[in-house]
């Protein structure tokens, strides 16, 4: 069964720091890959998506993710960090482009940042 | 263009109580989803909706909740009779098509206290 893992409930960082979330998959073939962010009060919003090709995806608000297929990882980045950065961020997997219905979500890493 | 909208936001019921979710899905997306999110966790799905269709409600406790999405637009999670382990945060989200990007756009979603 597919699965995913983050094991880091929560991260602290200091404003204009670097991050890296981390994101860890079990599933026998290559999965679609996605990583979605979640403000206080708010929806999950979509981050980024890794299908196929090159494997360091770029997202929007200055995320990046890179697929190691031998790690079995989807890890998230950001060279600096914001305030408005802090959320809680989620990872997830799908068999298929076609079956993103059938996401299944990590349990999350909530983002604290510090001034 | 109006997101997902849900409501209500914050429902507080006693138990046995029944209470139902109302979700607007975004104007020409033909797929809606229900997911459920406890705290600390990450969503799950409950259901799937293409068009008026329930596609997948594997995941659905059927004796308590029941779903609806009448004339292919807007739709309804009902819990009847509400037990204290439902109090969590129900999603609604939707999407062009199934996998037709990979993106769920969701709500900000509803939070149910059962007490």
């Known amino acids: 069964a597919q699965s995913v893992t983050q094991p880091d409930i929560h991260i602290t960082v200091s404003e204009g720091a670097s991050l890296e979330l981390r994101c860890n998959y079990s599933y026998g073939a290559t999965p679609y890959l996605f990583w979605y962010v979640q403000s206080p009060g708010q929806g999950l919003q979509l981050l980024l998506k890794y299908f196929s090709g090159d494997t360091l995806v770029q997202g929007i608000k200055g995320f990046e993710a890179e697929f190691k297929r031998s790690q079995s990882s989807f890890n998230l980045r950001k060279p600096s960090v914001h305030w408005s950065d802090a959320a809680e961020y989620f990872c997830a997997v799908a068999p298929g482009v076609d079956s993103s219905y059938k996401l299944i979500f990590g349990s999350g890493t909530r983002l604290l940042v510090r001034p | 263009e109006a997101g997902v909208v849900q409501s209500p936001r914050y429902k507080i019921i006693e138990k046995k109580q029944p209470v139902a979710f109302w979700c607007n899905p975004i104007s020409g997306h033909n797929t809606l989803y229900w997911y459920l999110q406890n705290l600390g966790q990450g969503p799950e799905l409950l259901i799937r909706?293409?068009?008026?269709?329930?596609?997948?409600d594997s995941q659905l406790p059927k004796d308590r909740f029941s779903a609806e999405r009448l004339k292919g637009v807007d739709s309804t999670l009902k819990i009847q009779p509400a037990e204290l382990g439902d109090s969590a945060v129900y999603l609604c989200?939707?999407?062009?098509?199934?996998?037709?990007?990979?993106?769920?756009?969701f709500g900000e979603g509803s939070r149910l206290t059962v007490l």
């Open positions: 909706y293409e068009n008026e269709e329930a596609v997948d």
């Open positions: 989200a939707s999407s062009l098509a199934a996998g037709s990007t990979g993106e769920l756009f």
